[in-house]
């Protein structure tokens, strides 16, 4: 049987104290939990609080930044700088990112409601913002989104579609055509099928001789097929002799054109300027269209076009580009100089758009007139015979009272008035039509910015009155050096002073603008191709007639000229310098990374250059940030 030991019980006092020991520890634990809970409360509040009120549009913004400060921004003010920083569709802040960042917050609390009560010190400023910064790469750029300030997207499709480019006979351009027709078995199947191609330059070929209608028949697959094909420049066009066929009968002259003919008076298959009006075309084809505008922006954004000044857009493609931008964003930014065929004035068929469609990418206030040809088809019109072919002074595709009256009316409608003009004729004439409008008080120069395009061939004193004018030379420096091995053939030791004289013409411009183009698919696509042939007047082999040193190497411009003329000066050209053509703050985020530095790596680095993003409207548009 078991016992237990008997339990003194407490005394009163005692229970009293163990008492007060047992609720202390409990108030203390309740007090340690409603601490924290209150922290957390307090926190989570904020954070909800800061999430319920902070402003989303800035959730989005990110900075760029470049630890060598090489964001070249084409503003004079602040020409390099460390970061950029996006907000939405444009540049809200520029300068080293400390102090971007700084301002960044300050904005994000500023549009805060009670940002005062809720700004709190650690450690609720836990859940303040922080602005998402991108480092570009130790040896990449960033420059403004450039700008091509004469092209043809439609047409750049088109020849990529059988782009004769690289042919170097008229035999490579046969082999070329039957490959392609074996390989579309469309066409191999239906000769009444059309076989149309650009790029064919009959200067690259032995003995520099136009081709003929009969050089087609040499091929078996070829004989009795429709084909057309352009010339490198699109100022002459080839054809078969089934083509013929379908023309026939042919007048015996055309205004402003050429049917060239054999001995006997027979045409060759070779039509120059007005002449290939001639031919019969397809019809357009908004299939076509599509297709070709989709390989064109590919290849563009691909290297770091963001904005492309179309200079030739016919009613039909105008209505396509605005029906595209009025059902989704267009994949860069348009300026339409909208053209007809006709010496009456035909500025109502087109219509007046600025900053249309989803993003506002496309704008029509622009027109495009012709005076002359091309100087390799000898369609360049020269105030003196041509010196190597003393027979022919180039081609007028169009009378200057006519062209006079065309430019007044346009002018006075408020459009903008941009003309061909190659040769130092053409280009002698339009500069008198535009000092006969400008002496007119009601004509502003900076309302109108007229513009020639190409300014090809001048005399000094027309390059000068140029600049006396305002009027805007739009110039592509991949032409001269194209051009330059045969130029001065054409030209003669005295005329070639003034052709393709980029330093002289930018400095004789009152308003040091010089816009930079490309005229492309007759020039390669790539704007590093102009860059590199404006700074330093060499082939992409680095050669030229005058040796390494470069063709006339006076006239080169430099590293940040070239940059400013396929940016800012393109944005002037368009009337956009105010949203495009520099990275400034409130300007559009446009912008595109270079994996080197175009403006410092030896000259013969530079077309080696990879874009690696095309931003546009702050969103990348290819590649990757």
Same mark, same amino acid.
């Given at each position: 049987m078991g016992s237990s030991l008997p339990v003194k019980p407490a005394s009163p006092s005692e229970q009293s104290t163990s008492s007060t020991s047992i609720n202390s520890s409990q108030n203390r634990s309740w007090w340690a939990r409603s601490w924290l809970l209150a922290l957390f409360v307090a926190l989570g509040a904020t954070a909800a609080t800061v999430a319920w009120l902070k402003p989303e549009t800035h959730s989005l913004d990110y900075a760029v930044c470049s630890?060598?400060?090489?964001?070249?921004?084409?503003?004079?003010?602040?020409?390099?700088v460390q970061c950029i920083v996006v907000h939405d569709t444009l540049i809200s802040d520029t300068g080293d990112l400390e102090d971007v960042t700084l301002r960044w917050r300050d904005r994000w609390w500023s549009e805060i409601p009670l940002a005062g009560v809720i700004h709190l010190p650690w450690p609720f400023n836990f859940f303040e913002p922080s602005l998402r910064v991108i480092n570009i790469q130790p040896d990449s750029i960033v420059v403004?989104?450039?700008?091509? +300030?004469?092209?043809?997207?439609?047409?750049?499709g088109f020849k990529m579609n059988l782009n004769l480019e690289d042919c170097t006979s008229v035999?490579?351009? @046969?082999?070329? !055509?039957?490959?392609?027709? $074996?390989?579309?078995?469309?066409? @191999?199947?239906?000769?009444?099928?059309?076989?149309?191609?650009?790029?064919?330059?009959?200067?690259?070929?032995?003995?520099?001789?136009?081709?003929?209608?009969d050089d087609f028949d040499r091929e078996p697959l070829l004989r009795g097929r429709r084909i057309s094909l352009a010339r490198i420049d699109v100022h002459a066009s080839w054809v078969s002799n089934r083509v013929l066929q379908l023309m026939a009968p042919l007048p015996e002259n055309v205004d402003g054109g050429l049917i060239i003919r054999d001995e006997h008076g027979k045409p060759t298959g070779i039509f120059v300027d007005n002449a290939m009006d001639l031919i019969?075309?397809?019809?357009?084809?908004?299939?076509?269209?599509?297709?070709?505008?989709? %390989?064109?922006?590919?290849?563009?954004?691909?290297?770091?076009?963001?904005?492309?000044?179309? +200079?030739?857009?016919?009613?039909?493609?105008?209505?396509?580009?605005?029906?595209?931008?009025?059902?989704?964003?267009?994949?860069?930014?348009l300026y339409l100089m909208g053209s007809v065929n006709s010496d009456d004035y035909w500025g109502s068929q087109i219509p007046r758009? $600025?900053?249309?469609?989803? =993003?506002?990418?496309?704008?029509?206030?622009?027109?495009? @007139?012709?005076?002359?040809?091309?100087? =390799?088809?000898? =369609?360049?019109?020269?105030?003196?015979?041509?010196?190597?072919?003393?027979?022919?002074?180039? $081609?007028? %595709?169009?009378?200057?009272?006519a062209l006079a009256k065309l430019v007044r009316e346009f002018s006075t409608d408020g459009w903008q008035v941009n003309i061909h003009c190659i040769g130092d004729r053409a280009n002698h004439v339009v500069l008198d039509i535009y000092e006969d409008i400008l002496a007119n008080a009601s004509f502003s120069i900076d309302a109108l910015r007229p513009r020639i395009e190409h300014a090809q061939i001048l005399t000094l004193d027309d390059i000068k009155r140029t600049g006396k004018l305002g009027v805007i030379p739009s110039v592509q420096p991949t032409h001269a050096t194209s051009d330059m091995w045969y130029a001065e053939d054409r030209l003669g030791p005295k005329r070639i002073l003034g052709?393709?004289?980029?330093?002289?013409? !930018?400095?004789?411009?009152?308003?040091?603008?010089l816009p930079l183009g490309s005229d492309f698919p007759v020039e390669g696509i790539n704007p590093l191709l102009g860059f590199y042939a404006a700074i330093s007047r060499l082939s992409v082999k680095g050669d030229s007639p005058h040796?390494?040193?470069?063709?006339?190497?006076?006239?080169?411009?430099? %590293?940040?000229?070239?940059?400013?003329?396929?940016?800012?000066?393109? +944005?002037?050209?368009?009337?956009?310098?105010?949203i495009?053509?520099?990275?400034?703050?409130?300007?559009?985020?446009?912008?595109?990374?270079?994996?080197?530095?175009i403006m410092t790596v030896p000259m013969g680095d530079i077309l080696g250059a990879k874009v690696t993003a095309t931003v546009i409207d702050g969103e990348v548009e290819y590649g990757n940030l």
């Open positions: 630890a060598k400060r090489t964001i070249y921004t084409v503003d004079s003010d602040l020409p390099n403004p989104g450039l700008t091509d +300030a004469h092209a043809h997207m439609l047409q750049y035999d490579d351009v @046969l082999s070329h !055509l039957k490959a392609y027709v $074996i390989s579309h078995p469309d066409i @191999l199947g239906d000769p009444t099928r059309w076989i149309e191609g650009m790029g064919w330059d009959q200067n690259k070929w032995p003995g520099a001789q136009y081709p003929h209608a019969p075309s397809q019809p357009f084809s908004e299939a076509r269209a599509t297709e070709y505008f989709t %390989r064109a922006t590919s290849d563009a954004l691909a290297v770091g076009l963001t904005s492309v000044h179309d +200079a030739f857009s016919v009613p039909e493609e105008i209505q396509f580009y605005k029906t595209l931008s009025e059902s989704q964003k267009l994949p860069l930014r758009l $600025i900053q249309h469609g989803f =993003g506002g990418r496309l704008t029509v206030r622009s027109v495009k @007139l012709f005076t002359d040809g091309a100087l =390799g088809s000898f =369609g360049a019109a020269l105030l003196e015979p041509y010196n190597d072919n003393p027979s022919t002074s180039g $081609i007028m %595709r169009v009378q200057p009272e052709a393709y004289a980029y330093r002289s013409l !930018l400095n004789a411009s009152s308003t040091r603008v040796g390494s040193g470069g063709w006339y190497p006076s006239e080169r411009l430099t %590293r940040a000229e070239a940059l400013k003329g396929m940016t800012l000066d393109a +944005a002037y050209a368009s009337f956009s310098e105010d495009l053509g520099s990275l400034s703050i409130g300007k559009k985020a446009d912008f595109v990374v270079l994996d080197r530095d």
